[in-house]
């Protein structure tokens, strides 16, 4: 049986349990995938070491945590030291270049661009990275399609804010292709 | 028509359940990893007429639902360790004065503060035993979201229809994660009224056994008058120490739920037809035991496992046949060994019981797992 692993790693409130909710929304619920999303974080609110995990499989899912990581996002140099050990041979690693610079060596393609500063400055506001990594995870992983995926970003977001992100995950859809071409 | 599905946390589905089963009255103090419950009802309860108190602590929590049950209301609270401590002489007033009521505990890393974001399955003996003096106990531990949407509602028909509180335990990872939810329609699932008074008000006695293990219980505010006490009561409500009364009394509180073992208790069983080593496990653990049992099996070992669903009271029964007939158990549980007692004592030495113990935080990986059932010779 299909199962795939996605794990999304950063800092706290970078909104990367946000991005792997609406990964695993989308597969659940618009791509009619099963899906498990789970998360570990410390206490504080913000900052530490934080990581949301993603489970999509065809059939039913038993353990809800990651066992050989398929692709990974790592948007902090600490999490990217702490969560790429299980990442599977052949599996793919997402990473901002500008804060992830001492890259893991390992069997598996690595695809870098300026995540944060491509939502500062491409998108209009930073706090939109987590979904701009998220269109990049889409585009990269092919597990859900770019249709469905957008549909749970804009189910998930308050209305005000429906362009900003459907610009973001755009965007970043864009890029990782662009990047992984 | 298809039914309405939703992705959804264990927490959130938590508190849908409770108003499918018609709870509307909750109270409660905020506590990681529970919050959700609380977040969804101060939002949902409002709007059917329900009520929602944040309550000044954990105690009072409590005491606000027993309060509001004798009302009439259908109540929930939800905590976590720490807060399950505090509500325990108040759990045990509800037990002795027989008050319907759901308390919802997800299971964090303990004793005390603990580990307050960390997964844990170290609150299974004190529902049972966290409050002092004999009393009966009912325990659920769903494994999935959908699962603990269905047991919320198990439990809420649980509370009336025995007239005592019934716990809900999940620990946190399946609180806190989110898988899709598909609700039932209204109907679909039973939801079983609380047992009225059939005599007038003057004749009504709160503790009448001529009606039974379970008598009925009125609602405040309808006419009927009676009195409630922690103290060992007679038919009336009122206390006394009459020493042969006192005893039935303790005997039949403890009886409704152990009389009726085999309409409360609930469990999976998975591939043990053959099996030679079984897993017993529950919670989120049982979804690692499912991933091991299946690797087992493709190896060639015929492995099993036994899901608790209901973990008190114990299914005792289901767990001593088994010991006659395996080879070994496995009891992987993120605590130092409660589940793993329960065993030993119903296997009767008949099977060894090899445990695996996590209380770092982590889940109990089918590795793990694994590698112990390829132990049981």
Known sequence: MS????????????????AGIIMAKAASIYEGKQAVQSQSYGPEARGGASKSEVIISDGPIDYPKATSVDALLAMTQEACDKYTHDLKSGGILLVDSDLVTNLPKGNFKIVSFPIINTAKNDVGREIVANIV??????ALTGQVSRENAEKAVLSSVPEAFIELNRKAFSIGYEKAMAANA | MSKKVAF??????AAHGALYAGCNFFAGYPITPSTEVSEVLSAELPKIGGKFMQMEDEIAAMAAILGASLTGAKVLTSTSGPGLSLKQELIGYGCIAEIPCVVYNVMRGGPSTGMPTGPSQSDVMCAKWGTHGDHPAICLVPASVQETYEEIIRAFNLSEKYRTPVMVMPDEIVAHMRERVVFPEQGEIGVVPRKSPTVPPEQYKPYDTSFGDVPPLAAFGSGYKFHVTGLNKAADGFPTTKASLVQAEEERQVRKVDANVDDIVTFEEYMLDDAEVVVVAYGSTSRSARYAVNVAREQGIKAGMFRIKTFWPFPDKQIKALAGKVKGFVIPEMNLGMCSLEIERCAQGKAPVLGIFRVDGEPINPDQILDKIKEVK
């Open chain 1, 3 to 18: 199962r795939y692993e996605l794990r999304f790693s950063g800092a706290g409130g970078q909104g990367l349990i946000t």
């Open chain 1, 133 to 138: 990594a998220l269109g990049a995870m889409v």
């Open chain 2, 8 to 13: 959804l946390q264990g927490n959130e589905a």
